[in-house]
């Protein structure tokens, strides 16, 4: 089931979260996974990754002054740009080898550095979630091309922002696993046809987990950026309303 038949209501929303904890303690989720593909360890390994990387940019920085990273226009969404020069700090002997989970290796992650003006962190980017999101892109293209620039729009989730049907579209085949929670999640479309991740669930349940009372103002991707070594890539901003996590249009 996914979180487009959840009621977003608060006390459903915490229902399932709570259901879901159960779950994770018994199976630690914390990548987005084909099936076939992937094992723990694997997981486990961007952990490793991400240390090796953090220390290895903290000492470049220290010793060369600049950050090493390959820059990015002022069109690259948040949660895609700023993506750390693996190459740089290899040749410049800060890491022994490029870790094998990075694209660069034929892995299935970019690193990317955040918080890069006041406190550059190492964050991984999931290309699995990129690649899912630009196939079903491509299926929503060609439905609206095909219907005379008609979406293959399904239940409205937010003001302006509708569930990408998947029988419409013909996405049923395509699954996304969420790095935070390991729940199926949406695909959903702004008034547009572009593709997005809906992050609300994984968003709710961490903030019923932490206990955290967030302000009105706050783009609450960023408690999901804190709370783990990934980046919430082809989102929206989210605000508290109410009593639940609501996407901002852009």
């Known amino acids: 089931m996914t979180q487009a038949r959840f009621d977003r209501r608060s006390g459903v929303f915490r229902k399932a979260a ?3 904890m159960v779950v994770l303690l018994a199976v630690s989720l914390t990548g987005c996974l084909y099936p076939d593909e992937k094992k723990n360890e694997n997981r486990v390994s961007y952990r490793e990754s991400v240390k090796r990387i953090q220390s290895a940019l903290d ?3 220290k010793d ?6 390959i820059n990015a226009d002022e069109d690259t969404p948040k949660y895609e740009k700023f ?3 693996l190459d740089q700090l290899q040749k410049g002997g800060y890491i022994d080898e490029i870790p094998a989970t990075a694209f660069e290796k034929g892995g299935s992650a970019y690193f990317l550095i955040q918080n890069e003006e006041t406190d550059p962190t190492v ?3 999931d290309l699995i979630t990129v690649q899912k999101v630009n196939d079903v892109q491509r299926a929503v293209n060609q439905y609206k091309s ?3 620039g008609k979406l293959p729009a399904g239940e409205e989730l937010y003001p302006g922002i509708y ?3 998947p029988a419409l579209a013909n996405t049923k085949s395509i699954v996304l696993k969420s790095v935070y929670s390991g729940q199926d999640m949406n ?3 702004d008034e547009a046809g572009v593709v997005y991740v809906d992050y609300a669930f994984d968003i709710m349940q961490l903030i019923d987990k932490e206990g955290l009372k967030p302000s009105k103002e706050e783009d609450l991707r960023e408690e999901l950026v804190k709370s783990s070594d990934y980046v919430p890539v082809k989102s929206l901003a989210y605000r508290w309303s109410g009593d639940s996590p609501v996407v901002v249009k852009p």
């Not at 060369?64 to 990273?69: E, N």
């Open 59 to 61: 000492d470049f920085q």
């Open 83 to 85: 993506r750390i020069n």
């Open 18 to 20: 709570a259901a879901v």
């Open 163 to 165: 569930l990408v049907d």
């Open 146 to 148: 095909a219907h005379g």
């Open 64 to 69: 060369q002054g600049i950050l090493p990273m």
């Open 187 to 189: 695909f959903m479309m």
């Open 123 to 125: 964050k991984v980017m």
